[in-house]
């Protein structure tokens, strides 16, 4: 049996890359504000639930709202990535993910979804890939966000395999903090200099085999 026997996957930047509506949504509301929001703090936003995003970009724009003002930007905010969100069609899944997807169904190994997004079950629909995934965890379900290991155990746990035998594929340095917590095998997604922690780093899918990696 193969020792890795379920594989999660983050969405934002290894499914599909929304972090640029993210970006675009709050440099908006940034500038409403009266400040604006480079590409480099967007960064810190990725992994990061929507409510600790929004004290995110307030601290670095020096700015205080009210509670209810906040609860007010961060749903406006989140109307505003929707919009955007549906601009997308099938094709913007990254590449090479689809075929690695129907590669693990070939080979039995099952699939599930780690997400802090609210809105990872739109947005799968929108690019035609609900389907692929026999559990999906996303915001909805998680009253711990990453680093915390809740996330990818309530994964296995959906899935039925233990830890020990779960790939996580993430992009963010909170979600690799949050693999390694859950004891599963952490595939970084993007640059091996931003995402050290993880056990093997992939620049994309393409051309992956998991296999091989698992023996390397
Ligand atoms: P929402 P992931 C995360 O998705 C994004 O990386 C992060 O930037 C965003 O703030 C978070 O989802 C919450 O998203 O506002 O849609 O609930 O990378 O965990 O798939
Ligand atoms: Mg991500």
Redo the contacts with the bound molecule.
Sequence with gaps: MPSIQACLF??????VD??RF?YIAWREMARDLGFDLTQEENER??????M??LEIVLSIGGVQLPEEEKIRR?AA??AR?LELCMQMTPDDALPGVRPFLDELKQQGIRSG????????RV?LERINMLHYFDTIV??NRITKG?PDPQ?FLMGASDLQVAPQHCAVF???VA?IQSAKAAGMLAVGVGEASVLAEADIVIPGFEGFDLAQSENA
């Excluded at 936003?45 to 929507?50: D, N």
């Excluded at 780690?114 to 990872?120: D, I, L, R, T």
Aim: no cysteine.
């Design positions: 983050d969405l934002d930047g290894v499914i929304t972090a993210h936003l990725k992994g990061i639930s929507r600790e995003s961060a905010k989140n990535y979804l780690g997400s802090a997004s609210k809105n990872a947005i996303d915001g990453k996330v993430e992009d963010a979600g």
